[in-house]
């Protein structure tokens, strides 16, 4: 549960570098897994996305949630990270 005056930081760094290691373009990604071009845009602009998006990604590259996204909690004044 999100405590109040605190916000969710939705980071996809990791599925980025791991895209560009592996020569495999966002767009062949969404082609391969099934995800919409909106769920895509989403992912860059660091929203978050649904779980189901994660698991086709996941099972796409065969790694795990952690390999792809990280999740911090930040406070609205400072950015505790």
């Known amino acids: 549960m999100q ?3 605190t ?3 939705y980071s996809y760094d990791k599925l980025w570098k791991l ?3 592996r020569k495999i373009t966002k767009t062949e990604m969404r082609q391969q897994t099934g995800i919409s071009t ?3 845009a ?3 602009k660091q929203m978050p996305v649904s779980m189901e998006a994660l698991a086709k990604i996941c099972n796409y590259l065969g790694c795990g949630l952690d390999d ?3 999740i911090f909690s930040s406070t609205e004044e400072g ?3």
């Open 3 to 5: 405590r109040e005056g």
């Open 38 to 40: 909106n769920m895509l």
């Open 68 to 70: 792809v996204v990280e």
């Open 7 to 9: 916000m969710m930081i």
């Open 42 to 44: 989403k992912m860059g």
């Open 19 to 21: 895209l560009i290691d």
């Open 79 to 81: 950015g505790d990270r």
